[in-house]
């Protein structure tokens, strides 16, 4: 596992860093800009780039060697490898949103929301994250051409569902970090927090369990 | 057993001695002057406990019935025994809740009803009068209205000088040198600001409370002594001795039909709330845009270049940057926010009164348009920010919240402030502020207002019909007639009305900045947009 770590992360640094980093700070800058470093824009947008490179991630643009290379490379069991690549894709998403920390505590200090709500914040981005991930790893065993359709379809009907049934609005990630920053209602943020670990470990199940499918049949 | 019964026994003691501790804290409480309160003013409240309580709070609670916020004043206990703080007196206030708070238990609480003796009119104190004086003086404003004469002893003469809000006038024989040096303070800053006092049975010299007050008594059967807009009128004889008609005493305590006086009143100077823009308040905006996107820019080249000059430990330098982004956030955001002031309207109106170096300042703080999460707004935060006088008292203005109160907390030290109204997103606050820096020993308002207008930036004189600034053509400084006031002045017209009104035939110097040593801010920044108005008296620019 920590060896696929490193390999992704590696990969990461190698291929993808300038592409992700440069996306991040233009973006940003740009929607702080305009906004005025506005908490509920800045922080939407922070989440679609953070969730466009789990998405990368998940779909192993950057990887020296994808999951079927593993599989054949070493012993590691399916599942310990798909939550390495997770795990990877969660050390790359944080050093993106470590970078944007500063810009964050500016925002704070000049708008006044709170630490809690910040945290809320960036508790949900991450956790997405790892959501999104898992979708692109659910592709993984597809092949490298049907990849991109089968996680952009996963991730809209996610964002599209949550966004327009009122009962599961909370577990719509933009919708929960705007609520958490402007609402005067809290929800309890450690269960939605809990449903999306949740989440994103049911999309690693699916993950091993379409590769191993996918692996019989071959 | 021994042991569990010595245990035992502990326990016991704890547990009994608990509720005598407990009954062991009284308060008195005192509202008004007997009970009397007028409405639309401020009326003292008096909270006297019966010991010190260490990390204890005491909080008077203005619980209002129809409007959306409610009132805590919070005071800190320790090494208090007697508060007097002032409410202002609404109509939809009723009872007070004054409670006693030691780390976060509650210890006492009880109510205090603020109408049970209200009285719209002029309410005059009186300290020990005979009662045909007191009988003279109710009839002062017969037929159209009575006044009504409230008997006290010397200790109930405020501290406060916000306290006399409500005081038509005051009539007693001369005390001597008994009152506190905050009453004397009080007190002067009330004549100051229009108060008219009646003085009996004046002593001689040192003895008498004129010359406590600053003035050398004459030994004439009648005298007046002005002190800024007020003053006293002094009598030889006692009241005993008085011929006094009811007209006398009308022009005596310069009593006019309610509430037509002319004297200083927090609620009728000040304009009600308004939500005229802060002159100045685009400006802030646009430069802390600038600066922010100052920021950013940075910050983002930053991140281009460690991405395209950094080959080798690329994420070392990544995480270097970022905690160096981090550390700085901290200053950067603080200047950032002191410039910005989470983009509240602040408006500040002063009153300089000389004679007591003193300023009276109306605080008006708004955030403007509460956020509702539907609409996009760049106009003001929805999260509030927290409202500062000095470093001792503060509360949090916020747009919209589910707790409907307003907390203003003060220090151990004494100021002399009052949260006058608030509501979602805005407070409203008086209080008299020390003008010290400006005012040197035996310096008069012809000296205060030389000092005033070297100082400042941003004067005009207005003598009730026209304007004048500083013109540098003329030789000698001279002043210049305008057509127009000032930009900063022109949405001022209501309170430059009650300027004239106070004081008929007085020349103002008004101006924009800030005065006082103590301080008004808004969360990281200062407020120094104040516009005050001081008398300017002839001989001032000779």
């Known amino acids: ?22 996306v991040m700070v233009i973006v940003i800058s740009l929607v702080g800009t305009i906004s005025f470093m506005r908490p509920e824009f800045c922080m939407e947008t922070l989440a679609l780039i953070i969730t466009w490179v789990a998405i990368k991630a998940g779909e192993e643009e950057w990887s020296e060697f994808s999951l079927r290379e593993w599989d054949k490379r070493t012993n590691c069991s399916l599942m310990n490898l798909i939550i390495g690549k997770a795990w990877a894709a969660l050390v790359i998403c944080s050093i993106h949103v470590l970078f944007a920390m500063g810009i964050l505590v500016i925002m704070l200090i000049l708008w006044g929301f709170n630490w809690l709500q910040l945290v809320n914040a960036v508790l949900t981005i991450l956790t997405t994250a790892m959501i999104v991930t898992g979708f692109g790893l659910c592709g993984a065993y597809l092949g490298k051409e049907e990849v991109n359709h089968f996680t952009g379809f996963m991730t809209a009907f996610w964002i599209i569902v949550t966004g327009f049934v009122p009962f599961l609005r909370l577990l719509n990630p933009f919708y929960f970090i705007w609520n958490s920053l402007v609402s005067q209602v809290r929800p309890s943020t450690f269960l939605i927090h809990f449903v999306y670990l949740g989440l994103a470990f049911l999309t690693y199940w699916l993950a091993a369990y379409f590769y191993r499918k996918e692996t019989c049949y071959v | 057993m021994k042991k569990i019964s010595s245990i035992t026994v502990l326990i016991m003691i704890v547990l009994l001695s608990k509720p005598t501790f407990s009954a062991e804290v009284n308060l008195k409480t005192r509202v008004g002057f007997n009970g009397y309160t007028v409405p639309g003013t401020l009326a003292p409240v008096l909270i006297e406990i019966n010991r010190a309580i260490t990390n204890g709070r005491l909080e008077i609670v203005s619980p209002s019935e129809t409007a959306s916020y409610s009132i ?58 005979p009662s045909i004086t007191q009988q003279m003086i109710e009839k002062a404003l017969l037929p159209s209205e009575p006044t009504l004469v409230v008997p006290i ?4 003469l405020p501290g406060v000088a916000l306290n006399y809000d409500g005081v038509g006038g005051l009539v007693l024989s001369d005390p001597g040198p008994v009152l506190k040096p905050l009453q004397i303070q009080a007190l002067k800053t009330w004549l100051a600001g229009g108060g ?14 004129l010359s406590i007050l600053g003035i050398s008594p004459e030994l004439m059967e009648r005298s007046f002594y002005p002190i800024g807009f007020g003053g006293i009128t002094a009598f030889r004889s006692g009241f005993n001795d008085l011929k006094q008609s009811p007209s006398d005493w009308q022009e005596v305590l310069d009593l006019r039909p309610y509430p037509n006086n002319s004297r200083l009143m927090s609620s009728r100077f000040f304009p009600d709330f308004r939500y005229a823009t802060t002159p100045g308040s685009a400006e802030l905006s646009s430069r802390a845009v600038s600066y922010l996107a100052m920021i950013l820019i940075l910050w983002a080249v930053s991140g281009l270049l460690i991405t395209v000059t950094v080959k080798h430990n690329r994420l070392f330098f990544l995480i270097c940057a970022a905690l160096l982004w981090l550390g700085a956030a901290f200053p950067i955001g603080n200047w950032l926010g002191g410039i910005w002031n989470r983009g509240a309207e602040i408006h500040c109106r002063n009153l300089v009164l000389p004679e007591t170096g003193s300023i009276l300042v109306d605080v008006k703080i708004w955030f403007k348009q509460s956020y509702s999460g539907k609409t ?74 030389r000092k005033l207008v070297e100082s400042e930036s941003e004067v005009v004189i ?66 120094t947009g104040e516009i005050w108005a001081a008398p300017f008296p002839e001989g001032a620019m000779e």
Request: proline fraction near 4%; charged fraction near 25%; hydrophobic fraction near 40%.
């Open chain 2, 196 to 209: 008219r006092m009646a003085l009996g049975a004046i002593r001689s010299g040192q003895d008498s409370l």
């Open chain 2, 72 to 129: 805590i004043d919070s005071f800190s206990t320790t090494n208090l025994k007697r508060i007097e703080a002032s409410v202002f007196v609404t109509e939809d206030i009723n009872d007070l809740k004054i409670r006693l708070i030691s780390n976060k238990h509650t210890l006492l609480e009880t109510g205090l009803n603020l109408k049970a003796k209200i009285f719209p009119g002029n309410l005059i104190l009186a300290v020990k009068i």
């Open chain 2, 153 to 156: 002893e010397i200790p109930d």
């Open chain 2, 462 to 527: 207005w003598d009730g019909k026209d304007f004048y600034q500083r013109s540098f053509r003329q030789v000698g400084n001279g002043w210049e007639k305008k057509e127009q006031p000032p930009e900063w002045l022109r949405a001022e017209t209501e309170w430059l009305t009650n300027l004239k009104r106070l004081s008929t035939g007085t020349v103002w110097l008004i101006g924009r900045g800030s005065l006082s040593e103590v301080k008004i801010g808004l969360e990281k920044g200062i407020f």
């Open chain 1, 1 to 22: 596992m920590i060896a696929v770590m490193i390999s992704e992360i590696t990969g990461w640094l190698k291929n993808e860093f300038r592409l992700t980093i440069t």
């Open chain 2, 376 to 449: 996009i707004n760049f106009k003001s935060s929805p999260w509030g920010g927290k409202v500062l006088i000095g470093e001792a008292e503060g509360g949090i203005v916020k747009p919209e919240s589910q707790i409907k109160t307003f907390t203003w907390l003060r220090g151990p030290s004494k100021t002399e402030t009052v949260v006058k109204s608030v509501g979602p997103g805005w407070v409203n606050l008086n209080g008299y502020l020390p003008l010290k820096s400006y005012l040197t020993k035996g310096m008069d308002r012809i000296g205060l207002a």
